[in-house]
């Protein structure tokens, strides 16, 4: 089965051919982040409108570079949500539209599936069941992942999501948006003895998150030294560190917890917090005390992409799954 897989839920648009025996044939992703840059955050009205300049161009350029021809495919998938409507929209528009001229099934799938099942698209990839940590700007959460829809969620953040903390506390030290990356650049130069953030949540029972409060103490840390005259380049460094350290340590704390918790022995770990270097060192040395494996995406997979959906959709549109006439487009959609 070849699909076409489209996401535009945020400010990426997503385009990618996925063939159930062939693999990945091509993917293609425009970003963006440029033009949100100056708001400092995503703008929705410009991320819709550009999603429907850009989402045509990327999709005939990759049935050019797949080498088959315009509409050679058995199905499309799209994101139906979580995400912002307006740019939901786009997708759900344009998959529909081509899917009523080709003739084929079309399928709005659920965005966190995709990043969860991102994975899936490397060589080495986890067989079910595994656990699953989805950490992305709009998500932090634990799932058991029993099979393709059976997802038994374990804990999850009851504040901010953790690439949101970082895109916050990157806000605070004057950094552009998206943060997470720009905080992990900043703490390399960082020394991790200099403050320590506390672990949120760890002291007691439980898998669910909590980062509202390492945002606090990321300001009352930057407005004191700047108080005193003394936030230079070197303490924004180390401040960036302590907060890189409290998140990685508390994601890898719940992660143990939950592996020890289900006996499982495989850890996926995906969405846009995954390409954090430091947060993987942590990761892989925990597992590997417990003699467990440790799968991420390939780096252009942890963030939004297009593959992710098109690989979700040939599953379930394998499976006969499909939309009706009426296309989809949920902001808010749990997993
Ligand atoms: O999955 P994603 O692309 O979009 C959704 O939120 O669905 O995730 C984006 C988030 C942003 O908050 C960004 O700051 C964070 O992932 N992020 C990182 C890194 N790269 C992206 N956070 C920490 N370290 C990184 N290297
Ligand atoms: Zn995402």
């Known amino acids: 089965m070849r699909v076409l897989g489209i996401e535009t839920s945020c400010d990426e648009t997503g385009v990618a051919l996925y063939d159930?025996?062939?693999?990945?044939?091509?993917?293609?992703?425009?970003?963006q982040i440029e033009m949100h840059i100056e708001h400092g955050g995503v703008v929705p009205e410009l991320a819709s409108r550009d999603h429907v300049r850009r989402l045509i161009p990327l999709i005939e350029q990759i049935f050019h570079d797949a080498g088959i021809e315009r509409?050679?495919?058995?199905?499309?998938a799209?994101?139906?949500?979580?995400?912002?409507?307006?740019?939901?929209?786009?997708?759900?528009?344009?998959?529909?539209?081509?899917?009523?001229?080709?003739?084929?099934?079309?399928?709005?799938v659920h965005h966190m599936e995709g990043h969860l099942l991102a994975p899936m698209l490397e060589e080495a990839h986890p067989d079910f069941p595994f656990i699953a940590l989805l950490v992305s700007g709009g998500h932090t959460q634990l799932v058991e992942v029993r099979a393709l829809g059976d997802y038994h969620l374990l804990g999850e953040s009851l504040d901010d999501a953790a690439g949101e903390a970082f895109d916050k506390a990157a806000r605070m030290l004057s950094l552009p948006y998206?943060?997470?990356?720009?905080?992990?650049?900043?703490?390399?130069?960082?020394?991790p003895q200099r403050f320590r953030f506390p672990r949120p949540m760890t002291d007691r029972p439980g898998l669910d998150f909590s980062f509202s409060g390492l945002k606090t103490h990321t300001l009352t840390a930057v407005r004191k030294l700047e108080a005193a005259g003394?936030?230079?380049?070197?303490?924004?460094?180390?401040?960036?560190?302590?907060?890189?350290e409290a998140v990685a340590d508390t994601l890898v704390i719940k992660c143990r917890r939950a592996l020890d918790q289900t006996g499982l022995k495989r850890l996926v770990v995906a969405g846009g917090v995954s390409a954090n270097r430091r947060l993987r060192e942590r990761l892989d040395a925990m597992v590997a005390k417990r003699?467990?494996?440790?799968?991420?995406?390939?780096?252009?997979?942890c963030t939004d992409n297009g593959a992710m959906i098109a690989y979700v959709g040939a599953q379930r549109l394998a499976a006969g799954e499909r939309d009706d006439t009426?296309?989809?487009a949920t902001p808010r959609w749990p997993l």
């Open 20 to 31: 159930s025996e062939r693999g990945l044939l091509a993917d293609a992703l425009y970003s």
């Open 71 to 76: 509409g050679d495919v058995d199905g499309i």
């Open 78 to 108: 799209y994101t139906a949500g979580p995400g912002l409507v307006g740019a939901l929209m786009v997708g759900a528009s344009t998959a529909h539209g081509l899917a009523r001229a080709w003739q084929v099934p079309v399928l709005g």
């Open 178 to 191: 998206p943060g997470g990356p720009q905080i992990a650049r900043l703490a390399e130069r960082g020394n």
């Open 230 to 244: 003394e936030l230079d380049e070197q303490a924004r460094a180390d401040i960036a560190r302590a907060f890189e």
């Open 291 to 301: 003699e467990a494996r440790a799968f991420y995406p390939r780096g252009r997979f």
């Open 326 to 328: 009426s296309l989809r």
